[in-house]
């Protein structure tokens, strides 16, 4: 079964510092990497994804970076806030299909 | 706005029991899941259904079956609940193609006793 690895499990983060969330995966013909927020009490919701076709994308605070050679990519968060709060998946997919493997998440707490 | 619903929030059952999920989706989407989500094992694929009455199992699909009669509704079913099924389950929906965000439902915490 293929994987994604996730780390790190937990990460408690100053306001305003910079969070960054780490995931390594082993098919390389996957070529979908999406990000997914869950607030407590709701289900995940997608947050930013990109394809191994670019090494970085940035959308406001949020910026994943994609190391193909390494089969490596990350979510960064500029300028942590309070309501970052949440636990993040990354997750890889293939787009012969539409299923994706989730990662095992990471719990954020951005402190005041 | 895609909105996902499941039919109950909270659910106790008691082992050897039936159980029965709903989750409905309103936007006419191809593509219907179940994860299960446990703290440290991430969502982990139940089932799947990509159309009507199509059904694949996912990574633990043991001791769960699904059936999908409309194409707005997937439904999970414990044949006989047993404790190590206590979990929070994740109903979520896709259009097919190239556009993979899923749309996640609330979730439901079924509590096995």
């Known amino acids: 079964q293929q994987q994604v690895k996730q780390s790190p499990q937990s990460l408690i983060v100053q306001k305003g510092g910079i969070s960054i969330i780490n995931c390594a995966y082993e098919?390389?013909?996957?070529?979908?990497f999406p990000w997914y927020q869950q607030f407590p009490g709701k289900g995940p919701a997608l947050l930013i994804a990109i394809r191994p076709d670019v090494s970085e994308k940035k959308e406001g605070r949020f910026t994943i970076s994609f190391n193909k050679s390494a089969k490596q990519f990350s979510l960064h968060i500029m300028d942590s806030q309070p309501g970052d709060s949440a636990t993040y998946f990354c997750?890889?997919?293939?787009?012969?299909?539409?299923?994706?493997?989730f990662g095992s998440g990471t719990r954020l707490s951005i402190r005041p | 706005d895609v909105k996902v619903t499941q039919s109950s929030r909270y659910l106790v059952k008691r082992t050897g029991e039936k159980v029965f999920l709903e989750c409905v989706q309103d936007?006419?989407?191809?593509?219907m899941f179940w994860y299960r989500q446990d703290p440290g094992l991430g969502l982990r694929l139940i089932y799947f259904s990509y159309d009507v009455k199509m059904k694949e199992k996912g990574d633990i699909p043991e001791g769960y079956s699904v059936s999908r009669e409309k194409k707005e509704r997937f439904s999970l079913i414990l044949e006989s609940a047993s404790t190590n099924q206590t979990s929070m389950y994740l109903c979520?929906?896709?259009?097919?193609?190239?556009?993979?965000?899923?749309?996640f439902g609330p979730g439901t915490r079924l509590t096995v006793t």
């Open positions: 936007m006419d989407h191809e593509n």
């Open positions: 098919n390389t013909a996957f070529d979908y």
């Open positions: 997750a890889d997919g293939d787009s012969s299909a539409s299923k994706i493997i």
């Open positions: 979520a929906s896709s259009s097919g193609g190239w556009s993979y965000e899923q749309y």
